[in-house]
């Protein structure tokens, strides 16, 4: 089924060696390691090759061997995007442009004195975003909601090489429900709450959409909670270009009634299908998704 473990490829040595190649050999010239990298995963790493197969095959309808080469292109794409992510995290944001696509959406959202909602995907490098909205003064605080299941010792290696620190707050989900009130909390505040809304855990809540042609299972929380709090929803997306360049896009969800998180999910997913079209190496989502591979 269209479930996720929580835990994201990459091991501590894979990111010790994208700072070393970093600082030693620039960041265009480490992409050049990526090419023993992609080549290994996609000769060896047969279960998610499996999965990113059925992907590029039959829900993007493309032939064999344009296939297998876009399974070493995708794993080509996700580690620039690593080492993109940790080369800005050390303080080399001056050497990326970016460019922003509907950052109008976003204040006014903020205008409206409520707060907001952004809802993202694994699709992209949406974890820099906030690097950049200091350079159009967009002076607020966003909190992600997330579960701590990523690989503790990742999170403090990068933050010990971080030069500057994240100003993303964290909301953990609980089984208490108790981080709803820390989501009130925030908007009260004119912050805005930031969900991914395409990946959901076994045994938690779930709804189901149709994304390239075949019904899946989303997490049900995002949409639930965004169609009930009556505050502006934007989809975002942060997407690799060509020379290290970055592209923006802020579109507002489209309007559905309160309390609708279907309706709401299924604008979602039209928005990210449109994203995953334009940028098909750039979706990570390395599992069984569609809960359709034998």
């Known amino acids: 089924m269209s479930k996720w473990n929580g835990k994201s490829k990459g091991t501590i040595l894979g990111y010790r060696i994208f700072v070393w190649c970093i600082r ?21 790493e047969k279960k998610s ?33 690593l080492i993109d992510k940790t080369a800005i995290s050390a303080g080399l944001r001056k050497k990326f442009t970016f460019e922003f696509d509907g950052i109008e959406n976003l204040r006014n959202l903020l205008s409206e004195k409520k707060g907001g909602v952004l809802i993202s995907a694994h699709i992209g490098n949406f974890e820099i975003a906030e690097y950049f909205f200091a350079e159009i003064d967009f002076d607020c605080q966003i909190n992600l909601v997330t579960t701590d299941q990523e690989v503790t010792v990742i999170k403090e290696y990068l933050e010990s090489v971080t030069v500057k620190k994240s100003d993303i707050k964290f909301i953990y989900i609980k089984e208490d429900m108790s981080h709803i009130f820390d989501i009130n909390e925030a908007l009260s505040k004119n912050e805005l709450i930031c969900f991914t809304g395409d990946r959901y855990f076994e045994g938690s809540k779930f709804l189901e959409a149709d994304l390239l042609g075949k019904s899946a299972k989303f997490p049900a929380g ?24 970055y592209h923006l896009y802020a579109r507002v969800a489209q309007q559905v009634k309160k309390r609708d998180a279907q309706g709401l ?30």
Do not use: C
């Open 49 to 81: 090759n499996f999965y990113i197969s059925y992907y590029f095959q039959r829900r993007l309808n493309y032939g064999y061997w344009k296939s297998k080469f876009s399974i070493f292109k995708s794993y080509f794409t996700f580690g620039t995007v």
């Open 265 to 294: 999910l299924n604008s979602y997913t039209q928005n990210l299908e449109s994203m995953i079209l334009k940028y098909p190496l750039q979706w990570f989502n390395y599992f069984d998704f569609w809960d359709d591979v034998d």
């Open 222 to 245: 995002p949409f639930l909670i965004a169609s009930r709090l009556g505050v502006p929803v934007v989809y975002v997306y942060v997407m690799k270009e060509k020379n290290l360049h």
């Open 24 to 44: 030693n050999m620039g960041i265009r010239s480490s992409y050049f390691v990526l090419y023993f990298v992609a080549t290994y995963y996609s000769l060896f």
